[in-house]
């Protein structure tokens, strides 16, 4: 019973091992969608942990590394895909010049895994993040990426759209999120230790401003959620 969280976890990597498969194959939507399965997974892994009480090293470790591929390194190459597409679309000099700002521009991708594994590094060390976190949590930068997708392919969202054609915006977005993952702005945790409304405000604010957010504007309100999370995170800090 107690190598279920870790069976769960596994399910986490092998997700986001998928997402990697199709977002290489350009095929950035399925990648998306894998993603959201990865996240629930990592829901499971600790909710399970909790439930059996089979809190382990190993388990926290697993759930590292599972979210650097998951969460650090299938969002990147959806990042990387964006630019890149949005790039030969918006570059039109001469063929050597355009490949050769398509891929400095692509590769700028590269901060999001490093900056995901820094803090998933500090993540692991630092038991002051046990009921807050500081800088923007994995899958939140993930959520923002998979967010862009989803709201501009499901909604032809006009604010996703004009991200996803610009690739100084894509740039701009990527640097963000991934100097975000770093920094110490205090984040909240989702983590409900219990029901009550006390202590868990911003949390309950959260989950209404978002449901409120798609019953009005559908899911092309999804890439709002990001930006929402973090206003109400810093918010938080005042109830």
């Known amino acids: 019973m107690k190598n279920i969280p870790n069976l769960i976890t596994s399910l986490n990597l092998a997700a986001g091992f998928l997402a990697v498969l199709f977002a290489s194959r350009g095929n950035i939507v399925a990648a998306s969608w894998i993603i959201v399965a990865a996240m629930l997974f990592d829901f499971l892994d600790g909710l399970s942990a909790r439930m059996l009480k089979a809190y382990s090293d190993f388990g926290k470790e697993l759930d590292s590394l599972s979210d650097m591929v998951s969460f650090g390194v ?19 000099d ?30 692991n060390i630092d038991l002051s993040q046990a009921t807050s976190f500081r800088g923007l949590p994995t899958p939140a930068c993930a959520l923002a990426v998979i967010s862009l997708v989803i709201a501009e392919h499901y909604s032809q969202s006009p604010l996703a759209g004009s991200i996803t054609a610009s690739p100084a915006a894509l740039v701009i977005y990527t640097i963000i ?54 206003i109400i995170s810093l918010l938080s800090r005042f109830f």
């Open 74 to 92: 299938a969002p990147a190459l959806i990042m990387y895909k964006l630019i890149e597409g949005s790039s030969l679309l918006a570059v039109t």
């Open 94 to 123: 001469a063929a050597a010049n355009r490949d050769a700002l398509v891929t400095l521009l692509t590769y700028t991708t590269i901060i999001m895994p490093v900056c995901a594994g820094l803090r998933l590094a500090k993540f």
């Open 177 to 230: 999120l991934s100097l975000l993952m770093v920094t110490g702005i205090p984040m909240l945790s989702l983590k409900f230790a219990n029901l009550s409304i006390k202590g868990n405000e911003g949390r309950y604010i959260l989950a209404l401003v978002v449901i409120a957010g798609f019953l009005i504007f559908g899911i092309g309100s999804a890439i709002m959620m990001i930006p929402l999370y973090i």
